[in-house]
């Protein structure tokens, strides 16, 4: 779920800070810039891990601050396809069912890797797994707040970064805003046994 990644970027250390050891000082500004940020193709940043090598320290024209390249190590959450994750369900819409792991939300298990047969209940915006049994189909309803173990099958990145508008935009009126897309989005799947909701494996 966690992996380490080798970064290397420049740091910018203002003068208010060179009272603070270095080290200290970069690590603050590292977190400042990459804690809780989507890297593209790289993942969720959570926190640094360490700094494996300073470089020398420039101070440039103009700027009283020093700039500083950094290779560093930090910990990014970049799940492997496959692998097995358990979050809670945040919600349920015709597309499928919504997940949080708590820190991360953006994953969603659509219809076709539910365990089947299944159906969307309109009335209680809910999915409902149809499990057939010898005395007949129990509905097994899909709640809000249900603890649900998935498997990872697709990962999708998009780059968000802010670009200037086209010639097609232009004309669209302001009212009519495009969909926010989440940066870094997991598809995952249920359509295999033991996979679910946890209530539903568990022991009487």
């Not at 603050?28 to 593209?40: C, D, I, T």
Request: charged share 25%; net charge negative.
């Amino acid at each position: 779920m966690f992996v380490l990644v080798e970064m290397v970027d420049t740091v910018r250390t203002p003068p208010w800070q060179f009272e603070r050891k270095l080290n200290d000082s970069i690590a603050e500004e590292l977190n400042k810039k990459l804690a809780n940020k989507v890297v593209y193709n790289v993942g969720l940043c959570i926190c640094l891990f360490d700094i494996t090598k300073l470089e020398d320290a420039y101070v440039f024209p103009g700027d009283g601050a020093s700039h500083t390249k950094v290779h560093f190590r930090y910990v990014v959450f970049h799940p492997f396809l496959d692998e097995i994750l358990i979050g809670k369900i945040k919600g349920c819409s015709p597309e499928g069912v919504h997940v949080s792991l708590g820190f991360f939300d953006d994953i969603l298990i659509p219809p076709e890797s539910l365990q089947q047969p299944a159906k969307f209940d309109d009335a209680e915006q809910v999915w409902v797994w149809e499990y057939e049994t010898e005395e007949g189909a129990h509905d097994l309803y899909m709640d809000t707040g249900e603890e649900i173990r998935f498997r990872v099958v697709d990962e999708s990145f998009v780059d968000t970064s802010p670009s200037g508008p086209s010639s097609a935009e232009a004309t669209t009126s302001s009212e009519e805003l495009p969909k926010k897309e989440a940066p870094y989005m997991l598809v995952g799947s249920i359509s295999e046994p033991g996979l679910g909701l946890l209530s539903w494996w568990t022991s009487s």
